[in-house]
């Protein structure tokens, strides 16, 4: 029997993992960007789609495996690049393979005096990076969709992981940031969060597989100063490298072990929270009759599309449930994971702790928070004016 590349074998028995449970002739997609990360978990899925649950016992049971190449064309010759990936995973035997290139909304029309939105097209905080993995996301969901893919498997590596914890730990993030990226959430799935990038290359490099480079995950030469470069790319050619220089090897694997620790403290503290949440939401009877407060806003009784959340409720909980819950109230008003910040939960929970009469506070996205009757009101911005662009989008707790 012919030797495997090791980085082939751990590369297939991730993929294995990820494909455990799935039925004979369900259909699994790849996300594939053309990069040594996703085409390496291409050609293992290609593989290992063949005999899903084999086992000394078992032969095992084959299952439909193909991909989605997404193209942004935010770069010169992209088409050209997501025609090569399909390329490749067509001649790896992926079908179907579906190549996407999502459309940006258009730029709503402006009447005389009326300022440009703050964050057009993800130019602000959470920047164009988050725009365009919102439109990937977005387009990777179609696809399942209109394929009826039962899982989507997507090629992020342990070094991506403890990129996104550094990011977190530089934005004083809470525990749910520095989570890093979750192996599972909904149909998607991330078997190489346990590889390192090396491995990827590696499987390509044993595979035939040409792999492409983007040129925003490198750092400018000296006569290219201006390019601009993402702050992952920064972190990935600059701090990284210094960390491991300062500290000494496994500092990538470290950080990616802190996500999995506070994964599962985050997701313990969100299920905690979801309840208290729930609980302050039943407990709420907005109305001129339950307390005696000052008017806050334009009418005591809750509004229409109002979100209202019991004070006394909160106020009794730990603090650290409580933010947190208050932090998914916001999410529910349609306040992005990426704009709402502790300033934002700060306001909020100034309205249980340390209510003086406060009027309503403005949260991400033009949501509002107001307090009135003894309840907490959160009212999201109308649709088409939430985030100052196209409307409500819907919330999600983790940074992908």
């Not at 259909?27 to 990069?35: D, K, M, N």
């Not at 072990?257 to 599962?264: G, M």
């Given at each position: ?360 506070a403005g949260l991400p996205g033009g949501a509002r ?32």
């Amino acid at each position: 029997m012919a030797r495997v590349d090791p980085a082939v074998a751990a590369a297939r028995t991730a993929v294995r993992t990820a494909l455990a449970g799935l039925g004979p002739g369900d259909l699994v997609l790849v996300a594939c960007s053309g990069g040594a990360d996703s085409l390496a978990l291409a050609a293992a899925v290609a593989f290992e789609a063949r005999r899903v649950g084999r086992s000394v016992r078992s032969r095992g049971h084959a299952v439909r495996a193909g991909a989605v190449v997404v193209d942004h064309g935010l770069q010169e010759g992209s088409a050209d690049v997501a025609a090569r990936a399909a390329e490749q995973c067509r001649a790896l035997g992926l079908d179907p393979v579906l190549v996407r290139r999502p459309e940006r909304p258009a730029r709503p029309a402006l009447s005389e005096g009326q300022a440009r939105p703050e964050r057009p097209d993800g130019a602000g905080a959470g920047g164009p990076e988050a725009a365009a993995r919102e439109l990937r996301y977005g387009a990777i969901e179609e696809a399942a969709a209109q394929t009826g893919a039962v899982r989507v498997l997507l090629g992020h590596t342990l070094d991506d992981q403890a990129e996104q914890v550094l990011l977190g730990l530089a934005r004083g993030a809470g525990a749910r940031s520095l989570a890093g990226m979750p192996r599972e959430r909904g149909i998607l799935r991330r078997p190489f969060l346990g590889l390192r990038r090396a491995q990827t290359e590696a499987v390509c490099a044993a595979s035939g597989l040409d792999y492409w480079t983007d040129p925003t995950n490198l750092l400018p030469d000296a006569g290219s100063a201006d390019r601009f470069t993402p702050l992952r790319s920064r972190v990935r050619g600059r701090v990284l490298p210094v960390l491991e220089e300062t500290l000494g090897p496994g500092v990538a694997e470290a950080l990616a072990r802190t996500a999995d620790q506070l994964r599962d403290d985050a997701d313990l503290l969100d299920t905690l929270a979801a309840d208290l949440l729930a609980g302050a939401r039943a407990a709420a009877v907005p109305g001129p009759d339950s307390q005696s407060e000052p008017d806050s806003g334009p009418g005591l009784d809750s509004e229409p599309g109002e979100d209202a959340l019991d004070v006394e409720v909160l106020a009794r909980a730990h603090p650290a449930l409580r933010r947190r819950a208050l932090r998914l109230a916001a999410l529910a008003a349609g306040c992005r994971p990426t704009d709402t910040t502790t300033r934002h939960v700060d306001a909020l929970d100034a309205f249980v702790v340390s209510w003086s009469g406060q009027g309503p506070a403005g949260l991400p996205g033009g949501a509002r928070a107001r307090r009135a009757c003894g309840s907490l009101f959160l009212r999201a911005a109308p649709t088409g004016i939430s985030d100052g662009w196209t409307g409500v989008r819907p919330p999600t707790t983790t940074q992908e």
